[in-house]
């Protein structure tokens, strides 16, 4: 007789969606909870250092495209949330972790938007380091992430083209809008690599993941493929990647590229990196000023309530 174990493997094996009322081995419910509700944060604190340039957006063509991405994200930490407590974890409890610094969140959002090129930056390499990531993860083994990540993924292509498209004009612009737009390459070309986590080498989660099919791919593969189609849009913008070791490799078919500094990436990770202390103090002040809202939104909806169960 098989064992539920290996029944669910099976099922993974073969392609079959693992759904919310399915058997599932304890560790793959608290492996997607810890990596979705990750997830979910990331998309929240992820608004801060774009929100910043709202009020200070070029034009109103420029406000209007930002104003909707960053609208997107808070949409996508939504729907994460939901695909969180389909596995049992309480939404209240997540906003709690995050909120005091316990939970973790992408290492990126940690650093700061100085320039309004920032924002071309963010789009073009951030979101579309997210893209390499979530494309993968449109076929994770998990249902409702799955579904919500198809989603996501066409909100996500939008947003990449629209900070292409910010950096293609700087840099066809003045010598000073040039400037900007590399400096801003160059400040965050390194963290954006970092974004796709530690080296396969030393990921404690990969392993495990990619057997039970939540993650298709490792983080060096989808590092190694961003790098690979970055080149192509650095160079047609005319942009210099700020890596002396970047080099096409015949063999491998692939761009070799220098060392990553990992002793910045899990000081970031740990806490110290140039925002964190910062996003923290604006996530709950944006938390308690909004307590009035919440409250509001549930004596409504526990009017309504029991106005249908008095019709019934
Ligand atoms: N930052 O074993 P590993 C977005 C942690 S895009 C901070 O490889 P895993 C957006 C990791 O959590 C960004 N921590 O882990 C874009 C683990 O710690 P724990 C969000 C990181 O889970 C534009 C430890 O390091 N995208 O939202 O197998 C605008 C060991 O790592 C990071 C996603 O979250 C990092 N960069 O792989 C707005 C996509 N990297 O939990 C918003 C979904 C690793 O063991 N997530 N750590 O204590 C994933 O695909 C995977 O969770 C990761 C990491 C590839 C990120």
Not at 32 to 40: F, K, P, T, V, W
Not at 141 to 147: F, K, T
Not at 293 to 304: G, W
């Amino acid at each position: 007789m098989r064992t539920q174990e290996e029944i669910f493997q099976a099922k993974i094996d073969a392609e079959i969606k693992i759904e919310p009322k399915d058997w599932m081995p304890e560790k793959y419910r608290k492996t997607l909870i810890r990596q979705i509700s990750q997830h979910a944060h990331s998309e929240i604190v992820g608004m801060l250092p774009e929100g910043n340039w709202l009020t200070r957006a070029p034009n109103l063509r420029r406000k209007v495209a930002l104003l909707a991405k960053v609208q997107d994200e808070a949409g996508h930490g939504l729907y994460l949330y939901s695909a969180a407590e389909t596995l049992g974890a309480e939404r209240d409890q997540l906003t709690r972790d995050l909120l005091s610094g316990k939970a973790k969140y992408s290492s990126i959002f940690n650093y700061p938007t100085l320039t309004w090129a920032d924002i071309g930056a963010i789009g073009w390499l951030v979101d579309g380091a997210a893209i390499m990531n979530q494309v993968m993860l449109c076929r994770t083994s998990y249902g409702p992430y799955a579904r919500a990540m198809v989603r996501i993924c066409k909100e996500e292509s939008f947003h990449q083209r629209q900070g292409y498209e910010i950096m293609l004009t700087l840099a066809n612009g003045t010598p000073e809008q040039k400037e900007m737009a590399q400096d801003a390459l160059n400040r965050w070309w390194w963290p954006s690599l970092m974004m796709f986590g530690p080296s396969d080498k030393e990921s404690t989660n990969t392993a495990q993941s990619v057997k039970w099919k939540i993650k298709r791919k490792t983080n060096d593969e989808l590092r190694q493929q961003f790098v690979d189609i970055s080149v192509e849009q650095a160079e047609f913008l005319d942009l210099k990647i700020p890596d002396p070791q970047l080099k096409w490799n015949k063999k491998t078919n692939h761009y070799d590229f220098g060392p990553i500094d990992w002793d910045e990436f899990w000081s970031v990770v740990k806490g110290n990196g140039p925002c964190n202390k910062q996003r923290l103090k604006d996530r709950n002040k944006a938390y308690d000023e909004g307590t009035w809202v919440r409250e509001a939104a549930m004596a409504y909806a526990e009017k309504q309530d029991a106005k249908k169960e008095k019709a019934a």
